[in-house]
T-cell receptor, first 112, second 114 residues
Framework: SQKIEQNSEALNIQEGKTATLTCNYT??????LQWYRQDPGRGPVFLLL?????KEKRKERLKVTFDTTLKQSLFHITASQPADSATYLC???????????FGSGTRLLVRP | DAGVIQSPRHEVTEMGQEVTLRCKPI?????LFWYRQTMMRGLELLIY????????DSGMPEDRFSAKMPNASFSTLKIQPSEPRDSAVYFC????????????FGPGTRLTVT
């Protein structure tokens, strides 16, 4: 069956360190992969998209990698700040159907 | 830009009652999505519309759920009759025609069915 897996345990790190979140998928061949941020009581907010032919994408302190052989995406936040504390969701875009299949999310807590 | 607007923000109702959730997408966006989020199942796509036409409703749990999009600026998700297991946060999202496929989510409606 098709699965998207993110670490269910919260990631707890010290301010200034790099946070690395993992998204693994099975039985998908996604054309794109997206990362969203969700704060409590709010809807998800789009952060980054990476295409299947791209290895890496950067935006300010954010970096996403996409390994279609390992079927894995890594999401990095460098120089993390307490304001980065949130739940981060990965989502696969299978094709031009526009459908997003979301992972369950990983909660990040950055300690001051 | 006001973003995606959803109403009500909170709804508490008794089992068996009809519930209607409302969504106003971002102006100019041509795709609209309804999601449900629970702790157990995460964020699930219920149905999506493209140019006001329902394209895929395979995520709609059962016949008690229905969705409409009478025009480009309004959509409803109706549950009739509601059941306690429908308790969740329901999100509406819209998408424009950019190649990034990014979706813009509303603030959600927290539904509690007692």
């Amino acid at each position: 069956s098709q699965k998207i897996e993110q670490n269910s345990e919260a990631l707890n790190i010290q301010e200034g360190k790099t946070a690395t979140l993992t998204c693994n998928y099975t039985n998908y061949s996604p054309a794109y992969l997206q990362w969203y941020r969700q704060d409590p009581g709010r809807g998800p907010v789009f952060l980054l998209l990476i295409r299947e032919n791209e290895k890496e994408k950067r935006k300010e302190r954010l970096k996403v990698t996409f390994d279609t052989t390992l079927k894995q995406s890594l999401f990095h936040i460098t120089a993390s700040q307490p304001a980065d504390s949130a739940t981060y969701l990965c989502a696969l875009v299978k094709d031009s159907s526009y459908k997003l299949i979301f992972g369950s999310g990983t909660r990040l807590l950055v300690r001051p | 830009d006001a973003g995606v607007i959803q109403s009500p923000r909170h709804e508490v109702t008794e089992m068996g009652q009809e519930v209607t959730l409302r969504c106003k997408p971002i102006s100019g966006h041509n795709s609209l999505f309804w999601y449900r989020q629970t702790m157990m199942r995460g964020l699930e796509l219920l149905i999506y519309f493209n140019n006001n036409v329902p394209i895929d409703d395979s995520g709609m749990p059962e016949d008690r759920f229905s969705a409409k999009m009478p025009n480009a600026s309004f959509s409803t998700l109706k549950i009739q009759p509601s059941e306690p297991r429908d308790s969740a946060v329901y999100f509406c999202a819209s998408r424009g025609t950019t190649s990034s496929y990014e979706q813009y989510f509303g603030p959600g409606t927290r539904l509690t069915v007692t």
